[in-house]
């Protein structure tokens, strides 16, 4: 579900997206457990298509789980060639995700 321009992930819900282009951004965040900041890596991705709309969107996680399992498209820019069906599962330290990458078909 896009909001503004960020794609936010909904618990149990996939968001079929394509990407163009990313970075990894270090920020600052407020851990939970400490309430102290920590300095963290955050994967950005801009997003062209959002569930088949055009969209001028960005996608981040600093799920250190779900950017293994990106990882490989990351190099050369493979993304490209595939859209990407990403869903939450849980909440918390109990969160997981299923990516499903689906090959672009070029007419």
Known sequence: MPLGNYVILKPDTGERMH?????????????????????VNVL????????????????????ETLYAKLEAYLAGN???????IITQRGTGFQTRYTVEAIPLVTR
Request: hydrophobic share 40%; proline share 4%; aromatic share 10%.
């Open 19 to 39: 990407f163009v282009e990313h970075r990894i951004e270090p920020r600052t965040v407020t851990d939970n457990v400490t309430l102290r900041p920590k300095a």
């Open 44 to 63: 950005v991705l801009s997003v062209d298509r959002l569930n088949g709309q055009a969209v001028a969107a960005q996608f981040s996680t600093m799920s």
């Open 78 to 84: 493979l993304y490209r060639n595939y859209e990407f």
